[in-house]
């Protein structure tokens, strides 16, 4: 059933309700949530017959979701980056692409791999080269864009960039992981793809890797379907359930973390020890008024740089207490890394630290991280 024109779902006044009632079975006697179902062969004699084929309930459920919450069709992968590479597989040989200078280092570790075979070419732009972008974009096969971008938080100009002319086969992808779909809606800004981690926000536990990529083309919807089977990028049975389970809760455990993260980056910027404070909330960020114009609310990561160089930031790092150490983000706990101690990151300054605000109290927050870089406690 197409759940756009399903009547349960009209006039809602926010997606957010979305997120708590699409993907059920609302047949009388089946239960509220689907189960996990781990199947991976079915009796013959209907439409499913082999799971990596025909898909299982419990990931179609995970895709209902996703797919009325980004106003569009979703195909669920085992990762994100198993959603990332049924994108770039679409492209054809001799394909050109653009992607930004500052984005997830697995996309730009992908397309590197592909270009050093020989497969595709690519340009690279600043996120906020808005003429740059919209140049690139009228003879590009793929435009990826990544907004706010990782891990410097920069904001592109999506609208413009999506408005812009590009061949009729190009795919113009957005990189929605740090926004969510509650923040920006990519396929209502005229993009071709909007791809989200559900390792991230929507699973919000840090106990699954998945990958959504939400599409209206229904050319796109056939061939992701199509690369997926083809490549066996399919979720786990545990795992799609796990990340139903975590969109319940997805709209209140962001704006929680938001409201922390707002004011933690105010905190910081004021913070002596704090040389630079990287948040699209912040009116002194050189991105704020696209961030205004385009995001419903400006996200849960902060990136800042500390004085005393990489040591100091590693010590902090080795302070906290309350905040994980640990790389990833989108979950109800805060963590912190260092990002220049990543192999491959070391273009970034060295006392980067970027911080994924959680859900917990805001005081004991900030008494953590204020004492980590103070050295008290
Ligand atoms: C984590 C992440 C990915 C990759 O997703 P995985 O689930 O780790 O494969 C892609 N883009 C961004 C912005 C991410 O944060």
Known sequence: MDKQTDPHFANL???ASLLVAAG?????????????????????????????????????????????????HSVAFASGMAGIAAVFDQLSAGSRIVLPDDCYQGVAGLAEFGAQKGRWSI?????????????????????????????????????????APRKASAILAVDNTFA????????????????????????GHS????????????????????????HGATPGALE???AVRGARTMALRLERAEANAMILAER???????????????????????????LKGYGTIISFDIHGGAVAADAVCSRVRLIQH??????????????????????????????????????DLWNDLDAAMTNRG
């Not at 990519?186 to 699973?203: M, R, Y």
């Not at 890797?209 to 061939?223: E, I, N, P, Q, T």
């Not at 910081?268 to 385009?294: D, E, K, M, N, Y």
């Open 13 to 15: 006044a926010s997606v």
């Open 24 to 72: 059920r079975d609302r047949r009388p006697g089946s239960p509220l949530n689907r189960p996990p179902m781990p199947a991976s062969n079915f009796v013959l004699g209907t439409e499913r017959a082999y799971a990596r084929d025909d898909g299982t309930p419990t990931w179609e459920a995970l895709e209902e979701i996703v797919g009325v919450l980004d106003g569009g």
């Open 123 to 163: 340009h690279r732009l600043a996120v906020d080269d808005t003429d740059g972008w919209i140049q690139a974009t009228a003879d590009a096969d793929l435009i990826w864009l990544e907004s706010p971008s990782n891990p410097l938080l920069v904001v592109a100009d999506l609208r413009s960039i999506c408005a």
């Open 180 to 203: 969510t779909s509650l923040n920006q809606r990519p396929l209502e800004l005229g993009a071709d793809v909007s791809f989200q981690s559900a390792t991230k926000f929507i699973g």
């Open 207 to 230: 106990d699954l890797l998945a990958g959504m990529v939400s599409v209206r083309r229904h050319d796109l919807l056939v061939a992701l379907r199509k690369s997926r089977e083809l």
């Open 240 to 242: 799609a359930f796990l």
């Open 268 to 294: 910081l910027s004021s913070h002596a020890g704090v040389a630079c404070t990287r948040f699209p909330g912040l009116r002194t960020h050189p991105t704020h008024s696209i961030a205004r114009a385009q």
């Open 326 to 363: 640990a790389t990833s983000l989108g979950a109800v706990e805060s963590t912190i890394e260092r990002r220049a101690s990543i192999p491959g990151q070391q273009h970034l300054p060295p006392s980067l630290l970027r911080l994924s605000v959680g859900i917990e109290n805001i005081e």
